[in-house]
């Protein structure tokens, strides 16, 4: 699987760090953690690729992620906490969450916005100003990474296609072409299993069927 496609190492040991702590595979995370440093990783990238599932995954599985990182940090003489890499305040984390959402999506976004009944409109302010607002706008990962990670942490919830086919084409609006995603979803295969592998590929092959 680390011989498939066109991601380098760094690449993949963190598609492989958020698909375990997806999983909550915990034992396996403390050794991709001293994986991924291996490789040039930095403890912010790690750190970060871990936050980036949160949305997803929910606060208690990420916090329970983060204290195996910690931990192996700890072995390895790395001073925590790690530098803060918040972009964002109270006071505009909506709006530059939003910004973050057209970038990567579009004009869609204002429309569903727009689309959403008015009983569940704050599901989609919660949208831009936690998922967007609080974690695409943060240092440490380009946009490009973190789409591409939350594709991967998308495929490997399992039961999430109609997600996974937006994110398909996030990725191919921020950049990231067929055989990169082909390549991630591969990576993800051996932890994830061939089931959710196999509808991550149909979603990619729905949403970009000439690529």
Do not use: W
């Given at each position: 699987m680390f011989h498939q496609g066109n991601l380098d190492?760094?690449?993949r040991e963190l598609i492989t760090l958020v698909v375990l702590v997806t999983n909550q595979t915990l034992p396996q995370i403390r050794a991709h953690v001293h994986a991924a440093l291996n490789v040039g990783l930095t403890p912010v990238e790690i750190k970060?690729?871990?936050y980036q599932c949160a949305p997803y995954i929910g606060f208690p599985k990420t916090l329970n992620a983060i204290a195996e990182v910690?931990?192996?940090?700890k072995t390895m003489n790395i001073a925590l906490p790690i530098e803060n890499q918040r972009n964002v305040e109270e006071d505009d984390r909506f709006e530059k969450g939003l910004v973050a959402?057209?970038?990567?999506?579009?004009d869609v976004i204002r429309q569903n916005r727009k689309?959403?009944?008015a009983n569940q409109s704050h599901i989609q302010d919660y949208l831009s100003s936690f998922c967007f607002g609080?974690?695409?706008t943060r240092g440490g990962l380009d946009l490009k990474t973190r789409e591409l990670l939350t594709l991967c942490i998308l495929s490997s919830l399992g039961g999430c296609e109609s997600q996974v086919k937006a994110h398909v084409q996030g990725n191919h609006n921020v950049g990231n072409d067929k055989e990169t995603l082909i390549a991630a979803i591969t990576q993800c295969?051996?932890?994830?299993?061939?089931?959710?592998?196999?509808?991550a590929l149909q979603s990619v092959n729905d949403i970009m069927p000439k690529s």
């Amino acid at each position: 699987m680390f011989h498939q496609g066109n991601l380098d190492d760094q690449q993949r040991e963190l598609i492989t760090l958020v698909v375990l702590v997806t999983n909550q595979t915990l034992p396996q995370i403390r050794a991709h953690v001293h994986a991924a440093l291996n490789v040039g990783l930095t403890p912010v990238e790690i750190k970060e690729a871990v936050y980036q599932c949160a949305p997803y995954i929910g606060f208690p599985k990420t916090l329970n992620a983060i204290a195996e990182v910690n931990e192996v940090f700890k072995t390895m003489n790395i001073a925590l906490p790690i530098e803060n890499q918040r972009n964002v305040e109270e006071d505009d984390r909506f709006e530059k969450g939003l910004v973050a959402q057209v970038e990567i999506f579009g004009d869609v976004i204002r429309q569903n916005r727009k689309n959403a009944p008015a009983n569940q409109s704050h599901i989609q302010d919660y949208l831009s100003s936690f998922c967007f607002g609080d974690f695409y706008t943060r240092g440490g990962l380009d946009l490009k990474t973190r789409e591409l990670l939350t594709l991967c942490i998308l495929s490997s919830l399992g039961g999430c296609e109609s997600q996974v086919k937006a994110h398909v084409q996030g990725n191919h609006n921020v950049g990231n072409d067929k055989e990169t995603l082909i390549a991630a979803i591969t990576q993800c295969l051996p932890y994830m299993g061939f089931p959710r592998t196999l509808n991550a590929l149909q979603s990619v092959n729905d949403i970009m069927p000439k690529s």
